[in-house]
Nanobody, 124 residues
Framework: QVQLVESGGGLVQAGGSLRLSCTASGRTFSSYAMGWFRQAPGKVREFVAIINWSGDITYYSDSVKGRFTISRNNAKNTMYLRMNSLKPEDTAVYYC?????????????????WGQGTQVTVSS
């Protein structure tokens, strides 16, 4: 079992920044690829960014590329999402997810464990 806890969400004005954290407990964090997903009201959950087990391979959705940065610190069992130049359309509940294995995946249905989510609201 892996327990994931997100933190760092909040209310920010357009153009502002936030850093989300996802702290894992349980099994060996470095055994898992990780991802950030988000879900806005009335919309399906969508992929935001993924990172492989070691942190040297990342991939972003087109909507956040160049603005968001995913990273991880395996010694601290923590993954991060730095979000810059936030837009109102970034408003959503952000979830972190863990997938056993080295490579991440943009499909949310292949992840084994999920956090409870953290709300990000960007005002215009």
């Amino acid at each position: 079992q892996v327990q994931l806890v997100e933190s760092g969400g909040g209310l920010v004005q357009a153009g502002g920044s936030l850093r989300l954290s996802c702290t894992a407990s349980g099994r060996t964090f470095s055994s898992y690829a990780m991802g950030w997903f988000r879900q806005a009201p009335g919309k399906v959950r969508e992929f935001v960014a993924i990172i492989n087990w070691s942190g040297d391979i990342t991939y972003y959705s087109d909507s956040v590329k160049g603005r968001f940065t995913i990273s991880r610190n395996n010694a601290k069992n923590t993954m991060y999402l730095r979000m810059n130049s936030l837009k109102p359309e970034d408003t959503a509940v952000y979830y972190c997810a863990a997938k056993y294995g080295r490579a991440g995946n943009i499909r949310y249905d292949v992840y084994d464990y999920w956090g409870q989510g953290t709300q990000v609201t960007v005002s215009s």
